[in-house]
Every structure is written in structure tokens, then in C-alpha cells.
């Protein structure tokens, strides 16, 4: 079975910038859209940004002008680079692929395991 694997998460002061990277491992056929949620203590997970296969790009409004989403085909790759980062930003970043592992094979939704950004004053 194909996974995530993340990596890029750590501590960082406010003002401050991150970047994270997910790479998709595996035998996969082909990658509709990847992208970060995230989820803070207390909180229902929610959508960061997304990109499609064919490079469209979705972004919630708390993160517009500061995230950027971009992915490396070749290497199957999803990156999400955060600048000027808010205490609010602090939480664990989910990766999110969804994939199919052969021609005709269903839309499969696939987690990677988390990465922890906290954001201090």
C-alpha cells in the first residue's frame, strides 16, 4: 500500500516560516488532488489549501497572501511553504492524496500521519 510520509513540522516564533513537504510512497496510478489540513487542540480538523493534477489551487481564507501550496509531479511530492505564521496557526498539519492504484480503481483517500507546527510568541 502506497502512504504519506510528512516531514517539516517544528517549532517557530510568530512572523516566522515553515515548509512542509508530504511525499507520496508507493504504486500509484495516477493523483487527482493533495493537500494540508490541520487540526488545533480542541478543534475540528480543517481544510489549508489543495492542489489538483491539473494545478488547481484552493486555499481557506485564514491562510490567503501567506501559505503557498505547490507540488513536484515527478516526485509525487506536495509541499506547503508558511510564512508570517500566527500563534493560530499552531496545530498538527495532515497531509491528504487522493488516488487510484490502477486504471478503473475508485478514488482512494489517503492520510499521512501528521506533522505538529507551533507557532510561539
Known amino acids: 500500500q502506497a502512504q504519506l510520509v510528512e516531514s517539516g513540522g517544528g517549532l517557530v516564533q510568530a512572523g516566522g516560516s515553515l515548509r512542509l513537504s508530504c511525499a507520496a510512497s508507493?504504486?500509484?496510478?495516477?493523483?487527482?488532488?493533495m493537500g494540508w489540513y490541520r487540526q488545533g487542540s480542541g478543534k475540528e480538523r480543517e481544510l489549508v489549501a489543495t492542489?489538483?493534477?491539473?494545478?488547481?489551487?484552493n486555499y481557506a481564507d485564514s491562510v490567503k497572501g501567506r501559505f503557498t501550496i505547490s507540488k513536484d509531479n515527478a516526485k509525487n511530492t506536495v509541499y506547503l511553504q508558511m510564512n508570517a505564521l500566527k500563534l493560530e496557526d499552531t496545530a498538527v498539519y495532515y497531509c491528504?492524496?487522493?488516488?487510484?492504484?490502477?486504471?478503473?480503481?475508485?478514488?482512494?483517500?489517503?492520510w499521512g500521519q501528521g506533522t505538529l507546527v507551533t507557532v510561539s510568541s
Open positions: 491528504h492524496a487522493n488516488w487510484r492504484y490502477y486504471s478503473g480503481d475508485y478514488l482512494r483517500d489517503v
Open positions: 508507493g504504486s500509484i496510478f495516477s493523483i487527482n488532488v
Open positions: 492542489i489538483t493534477s491539473g494545478g488547481s489551487i
